[in-house]
Nanobody, 125 residues
Framework: QVQLVESGGELVQPGGSLRLSCAVSEFTLDHYNIGWFRQAPGKEREGVICISSSDGTVYKADSVKGRFTISRNNAKNTVYLRMNVLNPEDTAVYYC??????WGCGLIRHSYDYWGQGTQVTVSS
């Protein structure tokens, strides 16, 4: 059964950094695009950043440009989300998700078929 498991969420101070991991099983990263989404209390789930399966093309939301990066280790079947200069508005449950691979990727929720359980990131002093 396809599984995605996020880890690395924790409490961090404003201006700090954090790295989240998304470990996938029962499929390989060269066949699926991986996206990171987040959901803050009382808000809709929003797309943050994704990486394509074919050539590693990255697409990111404007709110995280210059601060968040995504990378993948195909040998470990793991995708990483590096978050820098965190601020309280980044507080949310972060989810990784998988969509059928291709050239490029997007952040449209309904195109993602598989989801992890989420990991909590809290930015607060």
């Amino acid at each position: 059964q396809v599984q995605l498991v996020e880890s690395g969420g924790e409490l961090v101070q404003p201006g700090g950094s954090l790295r989240l991991s998304c470990a996938v099983s029962e499929f390989t990263l060269d066949h699926y695009n991986i996206g990171w989404f987040r959901q803050a209390p009382g808000k809709e789930r929003e797309g943050v950043i994704c990486i394509s399966s074919s050539d590693g093309t990255v697409y990111k939301a404007d709110s995280v440009k210059g601060r968040f990066t995504i990378s993948r280790n195909n040998a470990k079947n793991t995708v990483y989300l590096r978050m820098n200069v965190l601020n309280p508005e980044d507080t949310a449950v972060y989810y990784c998700a998988a969509e059928e691979g291709g050239w490029g990727c997007g952040l449209i929720r309904h195109s993602y078929d598989y989801w992890g359980q989420g990991t909590q990131v809290t930015v607060s002093s």
